[in-house]
Protein backbone atom coordinates (compact mmCIF):
# COMPACT_ATOMS: atom_id res chain seq x y z
CA UNK A 1 0.00 0.00 0.00
CA UNK A 2 2.54 1.97 1.05
CA UNK A 3 4.68 1.68 -1.55
CA UNK A 4 1.67 1.76 -4.38
CA UNK A 5 1.16 5.65 -3.06
CA UNK A 6 5.18 6.54 -3.19
CA UNK A 7 4.90 4.88 -7.12
CA UNK A 8 1.41 7.10 -7.87
CA UNK A 9 3.16 10.19 -5.91
CA UNK A 10 6.30 10.28 -8.33
CA UNK A 11 4.46 9.53 -11.57
CA UNK A 12 2.20 12.77 -10.12
CA UNK A 13 5.41 14.55 -10.07
CA UNK A 14 7.16 13.70 -13.04
CA UNK A 15 3.87 14.81 -15.04
CA UNK A 16 3.35 18.62 -13.10
CA UNK A 17 7.60 18.76 -13.80
CA UNK A 18 6.60 17.63 -17.56
CA UNK A 19 3.90 19.79 -17.72
CA UNK A 20 5.79 23.06 -16.44
CA UNK A 21 8.80 22.53 -18.45
CA UNK A 22 6.85 22.25 -21.67
CA UNK A 23 5.19 25.49 -20.44
CA UNK A 24 8.11 26.97 -19.94
CA UNK A 25 9.50 26.13 -23.09
CA UNK A 26 6.70 27.01 -25.10
CA UNK A 27 6.77 30.70 -23.34
CA UNK A 28 10.15 30.84 -24.59
CA UNK A 29 9.14 30.18 -27.75
CA UNK A 30 5.53 32.28 -28.45
CA UNK A 31 6.52 35.36 -26.26
CA UNK A 32 9.51 37.53 -28.40
CA UNK A 33 7.20 37.02 -31.42
CA UNK A 34 3.97 38.00 -29.35
CA UNK A 35 5.89 40.85 -27.76
CA UNK A 36 6.43 41.94 -31.83
CA UNK A 37 2.69 41.94 -32.49
CA UNK A 38 1.92 44.15 -28.93
CA UNK A 39 4.34 46.59 -29.34
CA UNK A 40 3.30 47.41 -33.02
CA UNK A 41 -0.29 48.45 -31.23
CA UNK A 42 1.25 50.74 -28.60
CA UNK A 43 1.79 54.51 -28.49
CA UNK A 44 5.65 55.13 -29.01
CA UNK A 45 5.48 57.02 -25.92
CA UNK A 46 4.48 54.16 -23.81
CA UNK A 47 7.28 51.86 -25.56
CA UNK A 48 9.89 54.51 -24.60
CA UNK A 49 8.68 54.87 -20.73
CA UNK A 50 11.17 54.34 -17.86
CA UNK A 51 9.74 53.26 -15.48
CA UNK A 52 7.98 50.90 -18.10
CA UNK A 53 4.23 50.76 -18.63
CA UNK A 54 2.88 47.31 -18.55
CA UNK A 55 -0.44 47.98 -18.88
CA UNK A 56 -0.77 48.30 -22.63
CA UNK A 57 -3.15 50.75 -24.45
CA UNK A 58 -4.05 50.53 -27.76
CA UNK A 59 -3.07 52.30 -30.61
CA UNK A 60 -3.50 52.17 -34.90
CA UNK A 61 -0.55 54.79 -35.29
CA UNK A 62 1.86 52.64 -36.55
CA UNK A 63 0.38 51.07 -39.12
CA UNK A 64 -1.72 54.67 -39.78
CA UNK A 65 2.12 55.69 -40.36
CA UNK A 66 3.08 52.52 -42.48
CA UNK A 67 0.05 52.67 -44.80
CA UNK A 68 0.34 56.17 -44.99
CA UNK A 69 2.81 56.58 -47.47
CA UNK A 70 6.05 58.12 -47.82
CA UNK A 71 4.65 61.47 -45.86
CA UNK A 72 5.91 61.79 -42.21
CA UNK A 73 8.76 59.72 -41.68
CA UNK A 74 7.17 56.80 -42.97
CA UNK A 75 8.41 54.41 -44.99
CA UNK A 76 7.32 53.01 -48.43
CA UNK A 77 6.00 49.72 -46.64
CA UNK A 78 3.71 49.09 -50.15
CA UNK A 79 6.17 49.30 -52.47
CA UNK A 80 8.51 47.21 -50.25
CA UNK A 81 5.43 44.46 -50.31
CA UNK A 82 5.32 44.41 -53.66
CA UNK A 83 8.60 43.80 -54.66
CA UNK A 84 9.15 41.32 -52.28
CA UNK A 85 6.14 39.54 -53.01
CA UNK A 86 7.10 39.94 -56.71
CA UNK A 87 10.75 38.68 -56.12
CA UNK A 88 9.41 35.67 -54.28
CA UNK A 89 7.01 34.55 -56.49
CA UNK A 90 8.66 34.69 -59.50
CA UNK A 91 11.44 32.79 -58.41
CA UNK A 92 9.75 30.41 -56.59
CA UNK A 93 7.86 29.38 -59.99
CA UNK A 94 10.87 29.38 -61.93
CA UNK A 95 13.05 27.27 -58.89
CA UNK A 96 10.49 24.86 -58.76
CA UNK A 97 10.50 23.60 -62.45
CA UNK A 98 14.21 23.57 -62.58
CA UNK A 99 14.59 21.92 -59.04
CA UNK A 100 11.37 19.74 -60.46
CA UNK A 101 12.88 18.15 -63.08
CA UNK A 102 16.61 17.64 -61.37
CA UNK A 103 14.47 15.91 -58.54
CA UNK A 104 12.75 13.88 -60.92
CA UNK A 105 15.95 12.90 -62.89
CA UNK A 106 17.84 12.02 -59.26
CA UNK A 107 14.74 9.79 -57.79
CA UNK A 108 13.63 7.97 -61.36
CA UNK A 109 17.46 7.58 -63.30
CA UNK A 110 20.44 5.50 -61.94
CA UNK A 111 23.73 7.18 -63.61
CA UNK A 112 27.64 7.50 -62.71
CA UNK A 113 28.70 9.26 -59.46
CA UNK A 114 24.83 10.29 -58.58
CA UNK A 115 25.80 11.15 -54.77
CA UNK A 116 29.02 13.15 -55.93
CA UNK A 117 26.31 15.19 -58.38
CA UNK A 118 23.72 15.65 -55.51
CA UNK A 119 26.00 16.38 -52.68
CA UNK A 120 27.85 18.71 -55.42
CA UNK A 121 24.51 20.67 -55.72
CA UNK A 122 23.82 20.64 -52.14
CA UNK A 123 27.38 22.17 -51.38
CA UNK A 124 26.04 25.58 -53.67
CA UNK A 125 23.29 26.08 -51.39
CA UNK A 126 26.20 26.26 -48.61
CA UNK A 127 27.86 29.06 -49.50
CA UNK A 128 27.13 32.09 -47.22
CA UNK A 129 24.93 34.61 -48.44
CA UNK A 130 27.52 37.38 -47.75
CA UNK A 131 30.21 35.88 -49.03
CA UNK A 132 28.17 35.32 -52.60
CA UNK A 133 26.56 38.70 -51.90
CA UNK A 134 30.66 40.39 -52.78
CA UNK A 135 31.48 38.78 -56.24
CA UNK A 136 27.40 38.74 -57.28
CA UNK A 137 27.23 42.81 -56.78
CA UNK A 138 30.03 43.46 -58.79
CA UNK A 139 29.00 41.35 -61.72
CA UNK A 140 25.83 42.36 -61.20
CA UNK A 141 26.83 45.90 -61.57
CA UNK A 142 28.84 45.24 -64.78
CA UNK A 143 25.76 43.79 -66.12
CA UNK A 144 23.81 46.77 -65.13
CA UNK A 145 20.99 44.51 -63.30
CA UNK A 146 21.92 45.87 -59.92
CA UNK A 147 18.80 47.20 -58.23
CA UNK A 148 16.47 45.55 -60.59
CA UNK A 149 13.68 42.98 -59.96
CA UNK A 150 15.26 40.76 -62.46
CA UNK A 151 18.70 40.32 -60.69
CA UNK A 152 17.61 39.27 -57.67
CA UNK A 153 15.07 36.59 -59.15
CA UNK A 154 18.12 35.60 -60.76
CA UNK A 155 19.65 35.09 -57.47
CA UNK A 156 17.02 33.46 -55.43
CA UNK A 157 16.38 31.16 -58.08
CA UNK A 158 19.56 30.01 -57.93
CA UNK A 159 19.84 30.02 -54.34
CA UNK A 160 16.36 27.68 -53.66
CA UNK A 161 17.18 24.99 -56.68
CA UNK A 162 19.22 22.63 -54.32
CA UNK A 163 16.86 22.39 -51.93
CA UNK A 164 14.26 22.38 -53.91
CA UNK A 165 16.25 19.19 -56.07
CA UNK A 166 16.02 17.56 -52.30
CA UNK A 167 12.54 18.00 -51.60
CA UNK A 168 11.05 17.31 -54.56
CA UNK A 169 13.63 14.12 -55.18
CA UNK A 170 12.12 12.72 -51.77
CA UNK A 171 8.52 12.82 -53.04
CA UNK A 172 8.98 11.67 -56.40
CA UNK A 173 10.82 8.52 -54.70
CA UNK A 174 7.77 7.68 -52.63
CA UNK A 175 5.95 7.74 -56.04
CA UNK A 176 6.07 3.27 -57.14
CA UNK A 177 8.00 2.81 -60.13
CA UNK A 178 4.66 1.10 -61.68
CA UNK A 179 2.64 3.80 -62.02
CA UNK A 180 4.39 5.52 -64.75
CA UNK A 181 5.28 2.22 -66.61
CA UNK A 182 1.80 1.44 -66.31
CA UNK A 183 0.77 4.51 -68.15
CA UNK A 184 3.47 3.98 -70.83
CA UNK A 185 2.17 0.73 -71.58
CA UNK A 186 -1.10 2.29 -71.90
CA UNK A 187 0.09 4.73 -74.27
CA UNK A 188 1.60 7.02 -72.72
CA UNK A 189 5.26 9.01 -73.45
CA UNK A 190 7.35 9.61 -70.46
CA UNK A 191 6.63 13.27 -70.60
CA UNK A 192 3.02 12.70 -70.40
CA UNK A 193 3.16 9.91 -67.73
CA UNK A 194 4.89 12.56 -65.73
CA UNK A 195 2.39 15.20 -65.93
CA UNK A 196 -0.54 13.12 -65.87
CA UNK A 197 0.13 10.86 -62.89
CA UNK A 198 3.25 11.00 -61.55
CA UNK A 199 2.73 15.26 -60.57
CA UNK A 200 -0.73 14.95 -59.37
CA UNK A 201 0.26 12.02 -56.95
CA UNK A 202 3.37 14.03 -56.02
CA UNK A 203 1.09 17.74 -55.96
CA UNK A 204 1.27 18.36 -52.33
CA UNK A 205 4.59 17.63 -51.75
CA UNK A 206 5.72 20.06 -54.56
CA UNK A 207 3.66 22.60 -53.31
CA UNK A 208 5.05 22.69 -49.67
CA UNK A 209 8.71 22.56 -51.65
CA UNK A 210 7.30 25.49 -53.58
CA UNK A 211 6.68 27.09 -49.96
CA UNK A 212 9.63 26.47 -48.83
CA UNK A 213 11.84 28.30 -51.78
CA UNK A 214 9.15 30.89 -51.37
CA UNK A 215 9.79 31.94 -47.74
CA UNK A 216 13.31 31.63 -48.08
CA UNK A 217 12.98 34.38 -50.89
CA UNK A 218 10.63 36.48 -49.00
CA UNK A 219 13.00 36.29 -45.72
CA UNK A 220 16.44 36.86 -47.43
CA UNK A 221 18.64 39.56 -46.53
CA UNK A 222 22.22 39.20 -46.90
CA UNK A 223 22.04 39.13 -50.69
CA UNK A 224 18.97 41.65 -51.24
CA UNK A 225 20.50 44.15 -48.86
CA UNK A 226 23.57 44.21 -51.36
CA UNK A 227 21.52 43.90 -54.62
CA UNK A 228 18.93 46.25 -54.18
CA UNK A 229 19.61 50.01 -53.44
CA UNK A 230 16.10 51.98 -53.89
CA UNK A 231 12.68 52.04 -53.71
CA UNK A 232 12.24 50.42 -56.67
CA UNK A 233 13.86 46.90 -55.76
CA UNK A 234 13.90 46.88 -51.99
CA UNK A 235 12.39 43.57 -50.32
CA UNK A 236 10.55 44.04 -46.72
CA UNK A 237 13.67 42.86 -45.02
CA UNK A 238 15.56 45.21 -46.47
CA UNK A 239 13.45 47.96 -45.37
CA UNK A 240 13.31 47.07 -42.08
CA UNK A 241 16.50 48.79 -41.72
CA UNK A 242 14.76 52.37 -42.72
CA UNK A 243 13.62 52.44 -39.49
CA UNK A 244 16.76 52.42 -37.85
CA UNK A 245 18.71 55.97 -38.09
CA UNK A 246 22.42 56.55 -36.53
CA UNK A 247 21.19 56.20 -32.82
CA UNK A 248 17.11 55.92 -32.86
CA UNK A 249 15.04 53.49 -33.90
CA UNK A 250 11.58 53.62 -34.18
CA UNK A 251 10.45 50.43 -32.52
CA UNK A 252 6.95 50.98 -33.01
CA UNK A 253 7.07 51.37 -36.73
CA UNK A 254 9.56 48.67 -37.33
CA UNK A 255 6.82 45.89 -35.02
CA UNK A 256 4.20 47.15 -37.34
CA UNK A 257 6.24 46.19 -40.65
CA UNK A 258 7.58 43.01 -38.98
CA UNK A 259 4.13 41.71 -38.29
CA UNK A 260 3.48 42.67 -41.46
CA UNK A 261 6.20 40.39 -42.69
CA UNK A 262 5.35 37.58 -40.66
CA UNK A 263 1.93 36.75 -41.35
CA UNK A 264 2.02 35.97 -44.76
CA UNK A 265 4.77 33.28 -43.78
CA UNK A 266 2.53 32.10 -40.96
CA UNK A 267 -0.78 31.22 -43.18
CA UNK A 268 1.65 29.50 -45.69
CA UNK A 269 3.37 27.57 -42.95
CA UNK A 270 -0.02 26.23 -41.66
CA UNK A 271 -1.32 25.30 -45.26
CA UNK A 272 1.74 23.07 -45.35
CA UNK A 273 3.25 21.91 -42.09
CA UNK A 274 2.54 18.56 -42.59
CA UNK A 275 4.08 17.66 -46.09
CA UNK A 276 6.85 19.90 -44.86
CA UNK A 277 7.93 17.43 -41.88
CA UNK A 278 7.44 14.66 -44.94
CA UNK A 279 9.40 15.64 -47.31
CA UNK A 280 12.25 16.89 -45.54
CA UNK A 281 12.37 13.64 -43.68
CA UNK A 282 11.82 11.38 -46.52
CA UNK A 283 14.18 13.40 -48.58
CA UNK A 284 17.04 12.41 -46.18
CA UNK A 285 15.98 8.98 -45.00
CA UNK A 286 15.39 7.25 -47.53
CA UNK A 287 18.22 8.57 -50.22
CA UNK B 1 22.84 12.34 -88.57
CA UNK B 2 25.55 11.73 -85.86
CA UNK B 3 24.31 13.75 -83.31
CA UNK B 4 24.95 12.08 -80.28
CA UNK B 5 21.95 12.16 -77.79
CA UNK B 6 22.65 13.54 -74.39
CA UNK B 7 21.55 11.04 -71.24
CA UNK B 8 17.89 12.14 -70.54
CA UNK B 9 18.89 12.35 -66.92
CA UNK B 10 21.28 15.04 -67.76
CA UNK B 11 19.01 17.02 -69.53
CA UNK B 12 16.76 17.17 -66.60
CA UNK B 13 19.51 18.46 -65.03
CA UNK B 14 20.77 20.69 -67.09
CA UNK B 15 18.63 23.37 -66.16
CA UNK B 16 19.72 23.41 -62.42
CA UNK B 17 23.28 23.14 -63.51
CA UNK B 18 22.99 26.21 -65.66
CA UNK B 19 21.63 28.32 -63.70
CA UNK B 20 23.71 27.59 -60.31
CA UNK B 21 26.82 27.82 -62.70
CA UNK B 22 25.77 31.10 -64.08
CA UNK B 23 24.74 32.64 -60.34
CA UNK B 24 27.01 31.01 -57.82
CA UNK B 25 30.32 28.86 -60.26
CA UNK B 26 31.05 31.99 -62.20
CA UNK B 27 30.94 34.28 -59.61
CA UNK B 28 32.58 32.63 -57.47
CA UNK B 29 35.52 31.90 -59.97
CA UNK B 30 35.29 35.75 -60.39
CA UNK B 31 35.86 36.34 -56.77
CA UNK B 32 38.54 33.51 -56.37
CA UNK B 33 40.92 35.26 -58.85
CA UNK B 34 40.07 38.55 -57.37
CA UNK B 35 41.57 37.37 -54.18
CA UNK B 36 44.76 37.33 -55.69
CA UNK B 37 44.83 41.11 -56.67
CA UNK B 38 44.69 43.87 -54.59
CA UNK B 39 40.81 44.75 -56.16
CA UNK B 40 39.21 48.07 -54.43
CA UNK B 41 35.87 49.12 -55.70
CA UNK B 42 36.90 52.87 -55.69
CA UNK B 43 39.88 51.90 -57.85
CA UNK B 44 38.57 49.22 -60.92
CA UNK B 45 42.21 49.37 -62.76
CA UNK B 46 43.25 47.18 -59.57
CA UNK B 47 41.86 43.91 -60.85
CA UNK B 48 44.33 43.50 -63.23
CA UNK B 49 47.32 43.65 -61.17
CA UNK B 50 48.08 40.29 -59.95
CA UNK B 51 49.59 39.86 -56.34
CA UNK B 52 49.84 36.25 -55.10
CA UNK B 53 48.65 35.36 -51.79
CA UNK B 54 49.55 38.64 -50.54
CA UNK B 55 45.90 38.96 -49.18
CA UNK B 56 45.46 35.26 -48.05
CA UNK B 57 48.71 36.13 -45.95
CA UNK B 58 47.73 39.13 -44.75
CA UNK B 59 44.38 37.75 -43.61
CA UNK B 60 46.34 34.73 -42.11
CA UNK B 61 48.82 37.20 -39.99
CA UNK B 62 45.70 39.53 -38.89
CA UNK B 63 44.96 39.10 -35.53
CA UNK B 64 41.50 40.66 -36.10
CA UNK B 65 40.84 38.05 -38.56
CA UNK B 66 41.71 35.23 -36.21
CA UNK B 67 39.68 36.30 -33.63
CA UNK B 68 36.52 36.57 -35.51
CA UNK B 69 37.48 33.32 -37.07
CA UNK B 70 37.97 31.78 -33.86
CA UNK B 71 34.60 33.32 -32.51
CA UNK B 72 32.54 32.06 -35.75
CA UNK B 73 34.15 28.79 -35.04
CA UNK B 74 33.23 28.92 -31.29
CA UNK B 75 29.97 30.50 -31.62
CA UNK B 76 29.11 27.37 -34.21
CA UNK B 77 29.80 24.80 -32.17
CA UNK B 78 27.94 26.03 -28.87
CA UNK B 79 25.34 27.60 -31.18
CA UNK B 80 24.58 23.70 -33.01
CA UNK B 81 24.97 21.26 -29.40
CA UNK B 82 22.46 23.26 -27.91
CA UNK B 83 20.34 23.12 -30.74
CA UNK B 84 20.56 19.44 -30.50
CA UNK B 85 20.47 19.26 -26.91
CA UNK B 86 17.21 21.73 -26.59
CA UNK B 87 15.26 20.43 -30.07
CA UNK B 88 15.83 16.14 -28.86
CA UNK B 89 14.20 17.42 -25.25
CA UNK B 90 11.83 19.04 -27.01
CA UNK B 91 11.48 16.79 -29.03
CA UNK B 92 10.71 14.47 -26.47
CA UNK B 93 8.51 16.40 -24.33
CA UNK B 94 6.44 16.63 -27.17
CA UNK B 95 6.26 13.44 -28.25
CA UNK B 96 5.05 12.37 -24.53
CA UNK B 97 1.79 15.07 -24.56
CA UNK B 98 -1.50 12.88 -25.01
CA UNK B 99 -3.57 16.45 -25.66
CA UNK B 100 -3.01 18.99 -28.21
CA UNK B 101 0.04 17.56 -29.98
CA UNK B 102 -0.96 19.09 -33.06
CA UNK B 103 -1.09 22.56 -31.91
CA UNK B 104 2.31 22.03 -30.18
CA UNK B 105 3.86 21.14 -33.29
CA UNK B 106 2.40 23.90 -34.82
CA UNK B 107 3.73 26.28 -32.36
CA UNK B 108 6.86 24.70 -32.73
CA UNK B 109 7.03 25.89 -36.24
CA UNK B 110 6.86 29.01 -35.48
CA UNK B 111 10.42 30.28 -35.31
CA UNK B 112 11.55 28.49 -38.99
CA UNK B 113 9.37 30.82 -40.82
CA UNK B 114 10.75 33.88 -38.99
CA UNK B 115 13.19 36.01 -41.05
CA UNK B 116 16.63 36.11 -39.88
CA UNK B 117 16.57 39.93 -40.16
CA UNK B 118 13.50 39.80 -38.04
CA UNK B 119 14.91 37.24 -35.25
CA UNK B 120 17.44 39.81 -35.23
CA UNK B 121 15.22 42.91 -34.86
CA UNK B 122 13.06 41.18 -32.31
CA UNK B 123 16.19 40.29 -30.28
CA UNK B 124 17.60 43.81 -30.35
CA UNK B 125 14.52 45.16 -29.08
CA UNK B 126 13.91 42.47 -26.30
CA UNK B 127 17.65 42.83 -24.97
CA UNK B 128 17.35 46.96 -25.60
CA UNK B 129 18.92 47.93 -22.59
CA UNK B 130 16.70 50.93 -22.07
CA UNK B 131 13.70 49.71 -23.42
CA UNK B 132 13.91 46.15 -23.60
CA UNK B 133 11.84 43.15 -22.16
CA UNK B 134 14.19 41.97 -20.42
CA UNK B 135 15.67 44.62 -18.69
CA UNK B 136 12.33 46.08 -17.85
CA UNK B 137 11.17 42.94 -16.45
CA UNK B 138 14.70 42.64 -13.92
CA UNK B 139 14.60 45.80 -13.12
CA UNK B 140 10.56 46.03 -12.18
CA UNK B 141 10.68 42.63 -9.88
CA UNK B 142 13.76 44.37 -8.46
CA UNK B 143 16.68 41.23 -9.32
CA UNK B 144 18.65 44.16 -10.77
CA UNK B 145 18.72 47.45 -10.00
CA UNK B 146 20.86 49.07 -13.21
CA UNK B 147 19.87 48.03 -16.65
CA UNK B 148 22.36 45.73 -18.22
CA UNK B 149 24.06 46.47 -21.14
CA UNK B 150 23.03 43.17 -22.78
CA UNK B 151 24.21 44.22 -26.62
CA UNK B 152 26.97 46.16 -24.88
CA UNK B 153 29.22 43.93 -22.79
CA UNK B 154 31.04 41.25 -24.72
CA UNK B 155 30.01 38.23 -22.77
CA UNK B 156 26.40 39.47 -22.61
CA UNK B 157 26.29 40.66 -26.44
CA UNK B 158 27.34 36.83 -27.49
CA UNK B 159 24.87 35.38 -25.43
CA UNK B 160 22.36 37.27 -26.76
CA UNK B 161 23.69 36.76 -30.16
CA UNK B 162 23.35 32.83 -29.37
CA UNK B 163 20.06 32.70 -27.84
CA UNK B 164 18.67 34.51 -30.96
CA UNK B 165 20.28 31.94 -33.18
CA UNK B 166 19.58 28.84 -30.60
CA UNK B 167 15.45 30.84 -30.48
CA UNK B 168 15.37 30.85 -34.44
CA UNK B 169 16.86 27.16 -35.37
CA UNK B 170 15.90 24.56 -32.10
CA UNK B 171 13.01 24.28 -34.12
CA UNK B 172 14.48 22.57 -37.25
CA UNK B 173 15.63 19.93 -34.95
CA UNK B 174 12.77 19.26 -32.46
CA UNK B 175 10.14 19.06 -35.77
CA UNK B 176 12.49 16.46 -37.52
CA UNK B 177 13.67 14.61 -34.03
CA UNK B 178 9.62 14.46 -33.63
CA UNK B 179 9.11 13.31 -37.20
CA UNK B 180 11.54 10.20 -36.32
CA UNK B 181 9.98 9.44 -32.93
CA UNK B 182 6.91 9.68 -34.68
CA UNK B 183 7.83 6.74 -37.00
CA UNK B 184 9.70 4.76 -34.89
CA UNK B 185 8.49 0.98 -34.66
CA UNK B 186 6.64 0.18 -31.50
CA UNK B 187 7.97 -3.21 -31.29
CA UNK B 188 11.55 -2.92 -29.81
CA UNK B 189 10.76 -0.78 -27.32
CA UNK B 190 8.00 -3.58 -25.75
CA UNK B 191 10.22 -6.32 -26.06
CA UNK B 192 12.93 -3.98 -24.27
CA UNK B 193 10.28 -3.04 -21.35
CA UNK B 194 9.69 -6.57 -21.37
CA UNK B 195 13.27 -7.70 -20.99
CA UNK B 196 13.58 -5.15 -17.97
CA UNK B 197 15.46 -2.10 -19.60
CA UNK B 198 15.33 0.59 -17.97
CA UNK B 199 13.65 4.15 -19.45
CA UNK B 200 17.82 5.25 -19.51
CA UNK B 201 18.67 2.45 -21.46
CA UNK B 202 16.02 2.30 -23.66
CA UNK B 203 16.60 5.63 -24.61
CA UNK B 204 20.41 4.76 -24.93
CA UNK B 205 20.61 1.99 -27.09
CA UNK B 206 17.19 2.03 -29.10
CA UNK B 207 15.43 5.89 -29.38
CA UNK B 208 18.70 7.33 -29.93
CA UNK B 209 20.26 4.74 -32.44
CA UNK B 210 16.79 5.16 -33.87
CA UNK B 211 16.90 8.86 -34.32
CA UNK B 212 20.48 9.24 -35.37
CA UNK B 213 19.48 9.34 -38.97
CA UNK B 214 16.79 12.41 -38.73
CA UNK B 215 18.97 14.23 -36.79
CA UNK B 216 21.48 14.04 -39.33
CA UNK B 217 19.10 15.54 -41.37
CA UNK B 218 18.61 18.50 -39.61
CA UNK B 219 22.20 18.97 -39.15
CA UNK B 220 22.82 19.05 -42.37
CA UNK B 221 20.29 21.20 -42.97
CA UNK B 222 21.63 23.53 -40.34
CA UNK B 223 24.50 23.24 -41.80
CA UNK B 224 23.48 24.26 -45.17
CA UNK B 225 22.71 27.80 -43.97
CA UNK B 226 25.34 28.53 -40.64
CA UNK B 227 25.92 31.95 -42.30
CA UNK B 228 22.26 33.04 -41.56
CA UNK B 229 23.84 34.55 -38.30
CA UNK B 230 25.65 37.44 -39.90
CA UNK B 231 21.69 38.84 -40.46
CA UNK B 232 20.90 38.27 -36.69
CA UNK B 233 24.90 40.06 -35.80
CA UNK B 234 24.29 42.44 -38.52
CA UNK B 235 20.98 43.87 -37.26
CA UNK B 236 21.79 43.22 -33.22
CA UNK B 237 25.38 44.45 -32.43
CA UNK B 238 26.56 44.90 -36.45
CA UNK B 239 29.80 43.19 -34.96
CA UNK B 240 30.17 45.76 -32.79
CA UNK B 241 30.76 47.55 -30.58
CA UNK B 242 34.62 47.50 -31.19
CA UNK B 243 34.17 44.02 -32.61
CA UNK B 244 33.33 42.21 -29.37
CA UNK B 245 31.05 40.53 -31.70
CA UNK B 246 32.66 40.34 -34.85
CA UNK B 247 31.93 37.21 -36.69
CA UNK B 248 33.91 35.93 -40.13
CA UNK B 249 30.76 37.39 -42.16
CA UNK B 250 30.07 40.47 -40.33
CA UNK B 251 33.86 41.50 -41.04
CA UNK B 252 33.71 40.22 -44.48
CA UNK B 253 30.81 42.36 -45.27
CA UNK B 254 32.63 45.49 -43.19
CA UNK B 255 36.26 45.10 -45.59
CA UNK B 256 34.23 44.69 -48.48
CA UNK B 257 31.48 46.70 -48.50
CA UNK B 258 32.75 49.56 -46.07
CA UNK B 259 36.02 49.48 -46.42
CA UNK B 260 35.24 48.72 -50.92
CA UNK B 261 38.82 46.40 -50.14
CA UNK B 262 36.76 43.46 -52.73
CA UNK B 263 40.26 41.67 -52.95
CA UNK B 264 40.85 41.27 -49.27
CA UNK B 265 37.06 40.45 -48.66
CA UNK B 266 36.99 37.57 -51.13
CA UNK B 267 39.96 35.96 -49.63
CA UNK B 268 38.05 36.17 -45.99
CA UNK B 269 34.99 34.65 -48.13
CA UNK B 270 36.79 31.91 -49.15
CA UNK B 271 37.71 30.94 -45.56
CA UNK B 272 34.25 31.21 -44.77
CA UNK B 273 33.27 29.27 -48.45
CA UNK B 274 35.69 26.43 -46.81
CA UNK B 275 34.17 26.40 -43.13
CA UNK B 276 30.56 25.85 -44.89
CA UNK B 277 31.51 23.36 -46.77
CA UNK B 278 33.65 21.47 -44.13
CA UNK B 279 30.81 21.66 -42.27
CA UNK B 280 28.14 20.54 -44.95
CA UNK B 281 30.65 17.82 -46.26
CA UNK B 282 30.90 15.84 -42.85
CA UNK B 283 27.28 15.80 -41.69
CA UNK B 284 26.18 14.56 -45.34
CA UNK B 285 28.71 11.70 -44.85
CA UNK B 286 27.39 11.34 -41.17
CA UNK B 287 24.04 11.24 -42.81
CA UNK B 288 24.62 8.37 -45.22
CA UNK B 289 26.65 6.19 -42.78
CA UNK B 290 24.14 6.24 -40.34
CA UNK B 291 21.67 5.75 -43.21
CA UNK B 292 23.46 2.56 -44.39
CA UNK B 293 23.69 1.38 -40.31
CA UNK B 294 19.84 1.00 -39.91
CA UNK B 295 19.06 -0.19 -43.70
CA UNK B 296 17.52 2.80 -45.45
CA UNK B 297 20.39 3.20 -48.29
CA UNK B 298 19.86 1.99 -51.89
Known sequence: MDRNL???NRRRALKVAHFLTLFVVMSIICIPGLWIVLNSFRPTVEIMAKPPVWTPS????????MFGGAGEGGVPVFSYFRNSLIVSVVSTAIAILIGMSGGYAFA???????????????????????????????????????????GLILAYVAMNVPFTIWLTDG????????????????????????????????????????????????????LASQLTRSVGSKTMPVGLLDFTAEFTINWGGMCALAVLMIVPALILTFIVQKHLIAGLTFGGVKG | MFRRRLPE????????????????????????????????????????????????????????????????????????????????GIALLVNKVTWGQRTLRTVLM????????????????????????????????????????????E???????????????????????????????????????????????TFRHITLPFLMPFIFIAMTIRSLDVARAYDIVQIMTGGGPARRTELLWTLMARTGYVDARMGLANAMGYVSILLSIVFTVYFFRKLSAARAELGMGG
Open chain 1, 171 to 222: FFRQIPKELHEAAEIDGCTRWQAFWKVEFPVARSGIASAAIFAFLTSWNEFA
Open chain 2, 110 to 153: FPMMFSPILVGFQFKFIFNDNVGLVNNVLQSTGISDAALPWLVD
Open chain 1, 58 to 65: FTLEHYRA
Open chain 2, 155 to 201: KLAMFSIMFAEIWMSTSVFAILILAGLFAMPRDPLEAAKVDGCTAFQ
Open chain 2, 9 to 88: WFVLLLPAILVIAAVVLIPLLFSLYSSFTPYRLTRPSSLWRWVGTANYERILTDAKFWSAFGRTVLFLTIVLNLELVFGL
Open chain 1, 6 to 8: AHR
Open chain 1, 108 to 150: RYRFRGKAGWFVGLMLFRAVPGVALSLPLFIVFARLGIIDTHF
